[in-house]
């Protein structure tokens, strides 16, 4: 089974944990390259938020409101080689980043199991695998995993993205 993960992470300022020299999410699409194997492909704007935390959610809020498609530095056209596709990405006011969205419309997910995971700051997985669910029509989505902003470092959640990879 070959596997990729498709994610959003942003290095910077951040509330609760200051200033992140990687993301959260890379951590854990990090952790998911190291057991499984999974290729990584990062969904980075083309115009990057802001360095600071509450310009950054203004911004996000923004293009949350009329759900817009920002441009994104590079796509992928296609993930025809894959099974299994992890999404993953921030909770950004309770859903993915549209950035995250600015590839997936490109895609096609028929006959692929799709994996999604947050790193959050308290809402969890939010509305995440709701929106993956009509988003990534003819794939099946399992399970998610979502983990707390604070504690991607923690031996214990690279011990829960361990075990939910292999689920
Ligand atoms: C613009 C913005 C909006 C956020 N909205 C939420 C939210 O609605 N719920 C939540 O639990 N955390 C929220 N957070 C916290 C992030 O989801 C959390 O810190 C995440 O781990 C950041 O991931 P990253 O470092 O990979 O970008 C928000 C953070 C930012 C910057």
Not at 119 to 137: D, I, N, P, W, Y
Request: glycine letters at 8%; hydrophobic letters at 35%; charged letters at 30%.
């Amino acid at each position: 089974m070959k596997s990729l993960v498709i994610y959003f992470s942003r290095a910077g300022e951040n509330y609760a944990v200051g200033k992140m020299e990687k993301g959260n999410t890379e951590v854990i699409a990090e952790y998911i390259k190291e057991f499984t194997g999974a290729d990584l492909f990062r969904c980075d704007p083309a115009e990057p938020y802001s360095e600071n935390y509450r310009e950054c959610c203004r911004e996000a809020i923004a293009k949350q409101r009329s759900d817009a498609r920002p441009e994104l530095t590079a796509y992928l056209d296609s993930i025809e080689d894959y099974d299994v596709i992890y999404i993953g990405g921030p909770v950004y006011c309770g859903e993915y980043p549209q950035e995250i969205y600015s590839q997936l419309d490109r895609l096609s997910f028929a006959g692929k199991v799709i994996k999604p995971f947050t790193t959050h700051e308290g809402s969890g997985l939010g509305k995440c695998v709701e929106v993956l669910r009509k988003k990534c029509a003819g794939g099946k989505v399992e399970e998610g995993l979502a983990i707390k902003d604070s504690e991607v470092l923690l031996p214990e959640s690279k011990a829960l993205v361990r075990d939910w990879v292999i689920r």
